[in-house]
């Protein structure tokens, strides 16, 4: 791509080695001999590279290199060998050394000797990836003879690398012409310019990864107008474009890219930098648009502006620059304009720009569909228009000619491809990407020519059809397979494993038939929401002893859960809910295991929730609800302190909910116990669960009161505004988020980090309701019905305004309605019937919407609309035993029919944290995994977010 870019350097150390290739006929001369041989004895060689260092002549020994007619050893190249140990000073008597070379070797961060600096002939100097550590010598400032120093890639993390605070004396090394000094700590050294700017003859500067935070905005004289090289990525430059940079007339190559914070607009002074063959502008800040002068750069090879704020059109860049092409310059190969905000149409005039190896136009706001004219790119090996607004039909004439491509990436677009059923591509790809690029109904039969790909998504396809016979035979390696979000057909090949995939998904088709068995390198199995049915293979652990991430759930899966599941050791996400399971839970959870989520909800697992679960102390995410599981719960859970969401409802556990939950388990979030078995009071533990959101202990047998201290449930005293508040707990894995699973999952994920709601309803609580419970402002649900509570309401409820749902029903409250209840400005839900309440029942807002009379029924002495029953201070007879309401006797019920709800106002939460290890970058990604919440919950909660807005 920029071949001619270094010419000038490997002309120069052509001189070097051309001068130096032949041995000296004469043999070495004596005291150079012995001086090598002390070098030799101070290095360390491991790999023993200098074993030819012996016998008389020491310019026949490996790496040296004399001068043919003096003898002198003027050239050591001892780059790769491994070396390590101390330089010998004795290297000091090699007068006439020109050339020292002592890259790709291992001096483990220590200093460079500062004697180097007293080689008064030295011309290059290689010390690079050598782990050289420490303060660069500024002795290096009196090789004035120097032409070439590189000092680059000494990185040995995270601070012994080299360092220097002030680069003066670089500007005595008057000859220099190449100056490489990447990954060194130049933060300190302000003045790095101002020394660089002292030596005309510099042709070639790397300063990446130097923490560079300064350049000068300008400069009286610029005296680097041979710099053809100009590497400045990956520092912490945040500033606009110098303007300067318009008198490196002469300049190659121009990077600037990644890690600086480069904002404002890029300059139109490119124009001028004729000479320009690649150009790195990527990941900044850029704005504005692409300056039209930059169609001038007609030598242009590589251009990358990606990852930056650049709005406006292409079309100036690429009528530009294929105006240049008519010219028979060399033509651009390379052009990288993702992740921008650039709009408009791709210009058909591409098609003049055929020389095109790279082209990256993703994520931007493009429309129009995609220029046939691509198809003429012969020499195309990547193609990326993914995440743009294009639209319309891509056929094989954009193809035609795309002889080389391997990498095609048309997601997230309004594209469908439509080709003939019996079109053979010219190209053999390896990389497929076409998530949400419409290809079916029918199974691209294409792909039949497509072997040897290592890549294929073709997920939310439309394609409606069985899976061909002939898809598993067409490759043997394959890193990523993802077909989800069909609906195909079909049963898979009892084994896959025979083909060598990282991760499949193949979740949300039509799938049916046994589970085929996946190879050993599988990594991530993602099968959900499809109809495979029969058991897991019983050695699932030693079959697949890599697997990360298992997700079968909503299938037909029967059977148990095989004991060597707890064999997998790498296993972190295991998600087999919704299936038809039975048997009992493995007892052979081990320490060694790192799950971090484990859901297995809505099965038939009986038994006990076995104590070697406690051992899993990884556990985020424990699912095991709506099944048969009895007993009591194992205390060893109590060691599962990083549980977050806990949702053991519709089971059958007994005893105690045990005070340890509150106490042991700080960061749990959903804690879930609903239609079980419990006996015994609600430990008032619970309220030390800071974090609590969700906290669900209804239809159990529980007694005694509501404890005071739940006014401390301090996640509940806030509104919940950010969707992902769950994801802050997991602040460490924040960072790496890169891809969020997409459908569903996420869809509920979002809106998950909003909810808050108690449930306590269908028990035998008893006493007050506790005054404390108004401070739990963030509420949006609150259900005590069907208990045994007494007393009145307590007067500040109104201060829970963003309640949405309120169920006091079928308890023995009495007294007035708290006319503070009017400020449930959200409410849209509330049911207080069958109670002792009296009194006038309070109006206005939105009580006034909840005009229902069910809401009230079963309370003898209340009055006023919506009730019938005129109250006594109007004028009218004392309110009598409510009857107007229609019939039935579970008014409740009715309310709750009438109200389009299911009963019981179920949160069924099924939240699942799950690491993920995920592609394309191979880093993890955080999800969860949220089920079957009831969609009044998404919907009012989504509308309660818009709200907050
Ligand atoms: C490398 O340096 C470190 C720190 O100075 C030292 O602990 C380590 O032993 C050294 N390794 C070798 C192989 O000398
Ligand atoms: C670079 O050096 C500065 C001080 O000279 C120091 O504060 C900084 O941490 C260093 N950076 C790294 C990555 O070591
Ligand atoms: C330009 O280079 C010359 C020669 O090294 C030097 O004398 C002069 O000071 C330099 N100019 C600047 C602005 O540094
Ligand atoms: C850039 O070049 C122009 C024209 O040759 C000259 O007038 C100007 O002084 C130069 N600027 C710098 C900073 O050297
Ligand atoms: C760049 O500088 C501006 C203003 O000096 C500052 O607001 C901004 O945070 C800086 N950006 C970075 C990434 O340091």
């Known amino acids: 791509m920029s071949g001619s870019l270094f010419l000038s350097v490997v002309l120069f150390l052509g001189y070097l080695c051309t001068a130096t290739s032949a041995v000296s006929l004469l043999g070495c001369v004596k005291f150079e001999r012995l001086a090598l041989l002390k070098l030799k004895q101070s290095l360390k060689d491991p790999m023993n590279e200098l074993a030819s260092w012996k016998g008389i002549n020491c310019c026949s020994w490996g790496g040296v290199g004399c001068h043919n007619r003096s003898g002198h050893v003027f050239r050591l190249t001892l780059d790769s060998m491994s070396l390590g140990g101390e330089i010998n000073p004795s290297l000091l008597e090699l007068k006439h050394l020109r050339s020292l070379d002592l890259s ?182 850029l704005e504005g648009e692409i300056p039209q002068t930059m169609g001038n750069l007609c030598s242009l090879e590589g251009l990358d502006l990606s990852w930056n704020n650049i709005t406006g059109q292409m079309t100036q860049l690429v009528v530009g620059l294929s105006r240049c092409f008519s010219n028979s ?119 039949q020519t497509q072997k040897g790909f290592s890549k294929l998504d073709l997920s939310k396809a439309g394609i409606s059809d069985t899976m061909p016979h002939w898809f598993w035979s067409l490759t043997t390696e394959i890193m990523y397979l993802n077909l989800s979000q069909n609906q195909i057909k079909g049963s898979l090949p009892l084994s896959l494993e025979s083909i060598s995939i990282s991760l499949v998904d193949l979740s949300s088709n039509c799938f049916e038939g046994p589970l085929p068995r996946f190879g050993r390198d599988t990594l991530v199995l993602h099968l959900y929401d499809n109809s ?68 297995l909800g809505n099965n038939n697992i009986s038994g006990i929730i076995p104590g070697t679960m406690g051992s899993l102390l990884s556990l985020a995410s424990l699912h095991l609800n709506n099944n048969s599981l009895s007993g009591e719960l194992p205390s060893s859970l109590k060691n599962c302190t990083s549980l977050v969401a806990l949702d053991l409802g519709e089971n059958q556990i007994s005893g105690n909910i045990p005070s340890w939950i509150g106490s042991s388990l700080p960061n749990l979030v959903i804690l879930r116990l609903r239609s079980n078995k419990f006996t015994g009071g609600i430990p008032p533990e619970l309220s030390y669960l800071s974090s609590l959101q969700v906290l669900d202990i209804a239809q159990n047998s529980l ?37 969020y699973m997409k459908g569903r999952e996420l869809e509920y994920s979002k809106t998950l980090g909003l909810v ?38 307590p007067k500040k409820i109104g201060n829970l305004r963003w309640l949405e749902s309120l169920d006091l029903s079928r308890n023995n409250l009495s007294g007035e ?52 029953d005129g109250c006594p201070s109007d004028g009218e007879s004392p309110p009598s035993r409510n009857s107007s309401i229609t019939g039935e006797e579970d008014g409740s019920e009715f309310l709750w029919y009438y109200s389009g709800f299911s009963p019981g106002f179920a949160v069924a939460i099924l939240g699942v944290f799950s ?30 977010m818009a709200k907050l807005r």
């Not at 491509?405 to 990389?431: A, G």
């Not at 293979?537 to 004991?563: C, F, H, T």
């Not at 919704?578 to 007892?587: E, K, T, V, W």
């Not at 609580?765 to 208990?787: D, Q």
Request: negative net charge; hydrophobic residues 40%; charged residues 15%.
């Open 329 to 447: 310059s060399p033509q651009i190969s390379s052009l990288n304009l993702a992740h921008n905000s650039l709009s408009g149409p791709i210009p058909l005039t591409i098609e003049k720009l055929s020389s095109l190896e790279f082209l990256y136009l993703q994520s931007n706001q493009l429309i129009g569909t995609v220029p046939e004219g691509i198809g003429r790119f012969s020499k195309l090996i990547v193609l990326d228009v993914s995440s743009n607004s294009l639209t319309g039909v891509v056929s094989e004439a954009h193809f035609a000619n795309l002889g080389v491509l391997k990498e095609l990436y048309m997601s997230l677009n309004n594209l469908s491809l439509k080709v003939n059923s019996n079109w053979v591509p010219p190209f053999e790809l390896n990389f497929i990407y076409l998530p949400s690029c419409q290809l079916g109904p029918l199974f691209p039969s294409w792909l």
């Open 532 to 599: 495979f049915e029969g058991p897991l293979p019983a050695d699932i652990g030693e079959a697949m002893p890599v697997l990360r991430n298992l997700l079968v759930s909503n299938n037909l899966i029967n059977g148990s859960i095989p004991q060597s599941i707890c064999t997998m050791e790498n296993l972190e996400v295991l998600g087999l809910a919704d299936n038809l399971l039975s048997g009992r839970l493995p007892h052979c959870w081990s320490d060694s295991q790192i799950l971090m989520v484990v859901d």
């Open 915 to 944: 690491v993920l290890f995920f592609m394309p970058s191979w880093r993890y990604a955080l999800f969860i995994l949220v089920d079957d919440i009831v969609d009044w919950f998404y919907v009012t909660t989504t509308v309660t």
């Open 104 to 285: 790709m070797n291992d001096f483990n961060g220590t200093n460079i000797p500062e004697f180097i600096g007293s080689l008064p002939k030295l011309k290059y100097l290689n010390l690079s990836n050598a782990n050289f550590g420490g303060p660069i010598p500024h002795q290096l400032g009196n090789l004035s003879s120097l032409r070439y120093l590189d000092l680059g890639s000494n990185d040995i993390p995270p601070t012994r690398g080299l360092q220097d605070h002030d680069l003066g004396w670089v500007s005595n090394l008057s000859s220099l012409r190449y100056l490489d000094m990447s990954v060194a700590n130049l933060t300190k050294a302000g003045n790095w310019f101002y020394a660089m700017n002292k030596i005309p003859s510099l042709s070639a500067l790397r300063l990446s990864s130097c923490e560079i935070e300064y350049i000068p905005r300008s400069v009286p004289y610029l005296n680097l107008t041979s710099l053809a090289i100009l590497d400045l990525s990956r520092n912490n430059l945040n500033c606009t474009l110098p303007k300067w940079l318009q008198n490196m007339t002469n300049l190659n190559l121009l990077d600037f890219s990644e890690q600086n914070s480069l904002h404002g607009p890029i300059p139109d002074v490119f124009g001028s930098m004729t000479s320009l063959s690649v150009l790195n502008l990527n990941l900044n800040q």
């Open 703 to 739: 007694s005694g009161i509501i404890p005071r201290s739940f006014g401390n449930l301090t996640a509940m005293t806030k509104i919940q505004e950010k969707g992902f508040i769950l994801y802050e707990n997991w602040g460490s894995y924040l960072d790496n988020v890169l891809v």
């Open 817 to 868: 309605i708290p006319s503070s209840m009017s400020s449930l400005t959200s409410l849209s839900r509330l049911n207080l019937s069958y109670n002792n309440l009296k009194g006038r029942i309070p109006s206005g807002f939105q009580l006034q919407t909840l005009n229902d009379p069910s809401i009230y029924i079963g309370n003898q002495d209340l009055c006023g609309p919506p009730l019938t």
């Open 756 to 793: 808050t709601s108690v449930d306590l309803s269908s028990n035998k609580l008893h006493g007050k309701i506790p005054e404390e419970l108004t401070s739990l402002f963030g509420l949006l649900a609150l259900n005590l019905s069907e208990n045994a509570l007494t007393g009145e309401i």
